[in-house]
């Protein structure tokens, strides 16, 4: 963060300070809300949790070296006193956020968000110093803690905004008001909280709605390719700016692509000139998200060339997403378990038909949460899309939706055993350590309340492929 006083801290809160010798002492350190990552010049934030309560390590965080807790009651060390921690937070983020020179960069959608972060991020870092949301922490709170971790180097702060609700992107670009605000796509993910598209596209456009006009130098990228963004432009008096494969796209992708190990490849087009793209990333849904990518990073002044070499040397920065490891007896696990949609499901599952090319393919699925009424329809559409893409087996995990996976692909044409419902992450193991063989790719994917990145971690412990040999 950049140097503040616990005076001026205290200001910008509305708190009262406890404790603190000496007000101009300075923050210069991380402001944390984890105890553990407490270290000399940090301050500590204190929230009030279900089972733990964060001014219960005060003492622990000082002795570490935090210069004061940010509290809602005195803990005996230096500490500033608010009534709303959260509050407190944004309204401190609101303030660093003025006082940087960064140029702020927003994105939001109902898939993708975080993989686009991350390429936007490792695009950007080639041009100056830039900092981003660590894996998804993208809400009222792990956003001001981004923000709040910027310096007086950092020239590009990208942002990633989750929403559950209206109002609640309004919310965090008051926090954090963005100039360049790129919105993804409306999909099904958390239909159940929202009631349906429309009001998912209300909520999403809250970004665009936030921009600086564009004589002001306000940017809204949007997705050409989704009617529910491309309508967005209506919403917005910032410049826009269009991406996708459509031809109405200002910045698009031709010639795309899957390479042999289920990489894409595709000619970038942008309004200054083009460039060849092959990725590091898995599944052709990366297109997309490349495409979001480049149009920001072309608005901040980046060439076809520079931006291509970019993307063509992103990784994978937030674990659990698409994260592809080789056993040493041939099998091919695809960890993507961090969460699941609709939209990032059949992603997955195209990139799993890519990757497995020639070789016998695993589907290991859960459940998609928060899809309210279509929760039957899409669990169903699953189940028949891996049938047609030729997957071998699909191992359905779980309650309720993972019987609709597996009817689905039943009533698609998958009798015998190239389909089956095992009930939890355990069976799972079980059954795929008694079948697997040397070449096998088996992709992992559910909700994140499944937490079947534990199927994943058992077939990749040290000894697994000894398994599959010994048979």
Do not use: C
């Amino acid at each position: 963060m950049i140097a503040l006083s616990l005076a001026e801290i205290a200001e910008v809160v509305g708190g009262q300070m406890h404790d603190i010798p000496d007000p101009s002492v300075e923050v210069t350190g991380p402001v944390v809300r984890d105890s553990r990552e407490a270290g000399p010049g940090s301050l500590f934030v204190a929230f009030v949790g279900e089972r733990v309560d964060g001014h219960d390590f005060a003492q622990a965080v000082v002795e570490a070296g935090a210069v004061a807790v940010l509290g809602s009651r005195p803990v005996g060390v230096p500490a500033i006193v608010v009534d709303d921690v959260q509050s407190a937070l944004g309204a401190l983020a609101r303030h660093v956020v003025r006082r940087l020179g960064a140029t702020l960069v927003a994105l939001t959608g109902s898939a993708g968000k975080t993989s686009t972060k991350d390429l936007i991020a490792q695009v950007l870092e080639r041009k100056a110093p830039t900092v981003f949301t660590p894996g998804s922490l993208n809400n009222e709170i792990g956003l001001p803690l981004t923000a709040l971790s910027a310096t007086e180097e950092t020239r590009f702060l990208v942002l990633e905004m989750g929403a559950r609700g209206i109002g609640h992107i309004r919310y965090l670009t008051e926090l954090t008001p963005p100039r360049i605000g790129l919105v993804l796509n409306v999909g099904s993910a958390h239909i159940g909280e929202f009631g349906g598209r429309e009001q998912i596209a209300q909520a999403k456009g809250e970004l665009v709605e936030s921009l600086p006009a564009a004589d002001d130098g306000g940017v809204a990228v949007l997705n050409a390719d989704d009617p529910y963004v491309r309508a967005m432009a209506s919403r917005t008096k910032a410049k826009v700016v269009f991406f996708g494969e459509s031809d109405e796209a200002d910045v698009r992708a031709e010639n795309v692509r899957l390479t042999d190990t289920g990489q894409p490849s595709f000619r970038l087009h942008t309004p200054s000139g083009a460039s060849d793209v092959t990725m590091r990333l898995y599944g052709e849904h990366h297109v997309s998200n490349a495409l979001a990518a480049a149009a920001v990073a072309h608005e901040l002044g980046m060439s076809a060339d520079e931006i291509a070499r970019a993307l063509s040397e992103a990784g994978s920065l937030s674990r659990w997403r698409m994260e592809v490891t080789e056993r040493p007896d041939g099998v091919t696990v695809v960890n993507d378990a961090y969460n699941a949609n609709p939209e990032s499901m059949k992603a997955a599952l195209r990139a799993l038909a890519a990757i497995g090319k020639g070789r016998r393919t695993w589907a290991v699925l859960g459940k998609m949460a928060e899809l309210g009424d279509e929760a039957l329809a899409e669990h169903d559409a699953v189940g028949r899309l891996a049938v047609r893409l030729n997957v071998s087996k699909l191992v359905a995990v779980g309650g309720r939706e993972a019987a609709w996976l597996q009817l689905g692909a039943y009533n698609e044409g998958s009798w015998g055993e190239e389909s089956v419902h095992v009930s939890d992450a355990q069976a799972a193991v079980d059954l795929l350590r008694s079948e697997l063989r040397p070449g096998d790719v088996v992709l992992v994917k559910a909700s994140r309340s499944v937490g079947l990145e534990s199927v994943a971690a058992a077939l990749l412990e040290p000894g697994a492929e000894g398994e599959v040999a010994a048979r």
